[in-house]
């Protein structure tokens, strides 16, 4: 156990990034570290919601920042977005005229889903080579995510935070201490922001969103149209087949941050998120190939040449070929997308093999039937080179808290070995000899 002591009365505002949740900085700092580090500066969309940040309690103190600038008289520099967390905190906040008070400095409501969380929404800048900067109260900011820009510097702070810069539309403007002009030339300042934490009339919503499965219609026959490139029907995958993996080739080592972005990008992939053979075409593009240095270029070992991730892969599995990913830590950092975990499944990768996995991911992969590994001794992800062919020993007696060896078979006819290990329990390894944790389930 640890006891951690937060004196909140010297704790100000934070804006956390760009590019990473991880990076968090005082906004008094902004007005250095900004130009220091040729941060953009100017504001451009702020938003607020999605999944993260979107209660009622959330909305109401924002909309309290936004209900000043109206009645101050202050301009709003910037775009500001809302999405619901739901339809209930939707209809609610509408009720209580939450809603009205981002209208009236001319915000856009967007519908209670991802948005531009994962890049679902019509952002089109000038030019995508210039710097540009946007405040979100989402809890994922990675490169290329909102907006597939990779020069848009995505920071994330609280609602009440975003909608400040927004009207602002300044990344250091600190509302503690700062003024803004009215439509007069006054000086004015931002009070605290104030909402309640439940809605004093309680919750309501009339469209719940659910209808019960009809008993009538249990036997009816879905059909899916063959041409559809939107929609395909999931074919269970194979269960093991008792034996060890050799002989694989590596599909790519990744270096770096690699996260559910890099590995199953959003945005207009989204669209293919019911047929997994085409969402498929996008696995790894986003990770970086420590032997290059390059995304999406990977070495395809069946005749030399240098291909997108997927590509390889397709053509190992078109050969009844496993394959394997290397990574560093904290793989699968991000959104709980399960298609980071069925893509490389269904493309024939049978082992992710990493320095440490993030929670969500690495259950992940369990569930769909995939072998997430950890290596004992970090240092050996070194020892893997480019061209090696790697066999997985030790699966007959696949227990848990037992360990796995690996063998690196090299190029120039050399070997390393080591232990791997891993944190599946006894479930999760009768998901992994069934093939998934679905196929494990239909089965009782």
């Known amino acids: 156990d640890q006891i951690v002591e937060i004196d909140l009365s010297k704790v100000e505002p934070h804006l956390n990034g760009p590019f990473t949740p991880d990076a968090a900085t005082p906004i008094s700092h902004m007005k250095a570290k900004g130009p220091a580090n040729d941060y953009p500066m100017v504001v451009e969309v702020g938003l607020v919601g999605s999944c993260t940040n979107s209660s009622y309690q959330d909305l109401a103190r924002a909309a309290s920042i936004a209900r000043q600038a109206y009645e101050k008289g202050i301009e709003v520099k910037g775009q500001l977005i809302i999405n619901p967390g739901s339809e ?122 659910f209808i019960a499965p009809s008993e009538e219609n249990a036997n009816v026959e879905v059909v899916i149209s063959p041409d559809s490139n939107r929609l395909q029907k999931l074919a269970p995958f194979a269960p093991w087949d008792g034996k060890d993996l050799t002989d694989m080739p590596l599909l790519i080592k990744t270096e770096g941050k690699c996260t559910t972005d890099h590995i199953s990008m959003a945005g207009p992939w989204l669209k293919f998120r019911g047929h997994l053979q085409n969402i498929s075409d996008n696995l790894l593009m986003g990770a970086v190939n420590a032997f290059n240095g390059e995304s999406n270029k990977v070495k395809n070992q069946l005749d030399g040449a240098y291909v997108e991730v997927s590509t390889a892969a397709k053509a190992y599995k078109a050969k009844g070929i496993s394959s394997i990913v290397v990574a560093e830590d904290n793989y699968g950092e991000g959104s709980s997308r399960e298609h980071a975990a069925m893509e490389p ?36 992800y070194n020892k893997v080179q480019e061209d090696d062919r790697i066999s997985l020993t030790g699966l007959k007696e696949f227990a848990p808290g037992s360990k796995l060896t690996v063998t690196l078979k090299h190029k120039d006819g050399s070997e390393d070995s080591f232990e791997v290990e891993h944190t599946y329990n006894d479930t999760q390894i009768a998901w992994f000899k069934a093939g998934s944790a679905l196929n494990f389930a239909a089965k009782k």
């Open 88 to 209: 209930q905190i939707r209809y609610t906040a509408e009720r209580d005229g939450i809603l009205d008070d981002f209208k009236k400095i001319g915000a856009l409501i967007m519908t209670n889903a991802c948005g531009p969380c994962i890049g679902q929404w019509k952002r089109h800048t000038d030019d995508n080579s210039r710097k540009n900067a946007i405040v979100t109260s989402f809890n994922r900011n990675f490169r290329r995510r909102a907006d597939g820009n990779p020069n848009t510097f995505a920071f994330i702070g609280s609602p009440e935070l975003t909608v400040a810069l927004t009207i602002a539309g300044r990344l250091d403007f600190n509302p503690v201490t700062d003024t803004l002009l009215d439509k007069d030339g006054n000086s004015v300042m931002l009070d605290a922001p104030t909402g309640f934490t439940f809605p004093p009339k309680g919750f309501a919503v009339e469209d719940k969103g």
């Open 345 to 380: 499944r269904f493309l024939n990768v049978k082992v992710i093999l990493a320095k440490s996995f993030a929670r969500i991911h690495e259950t992940n992969l369990k569930k769909q039937g995939m072998l997430a590994l950890t290596f004992c001794n970090k240092d050996d």
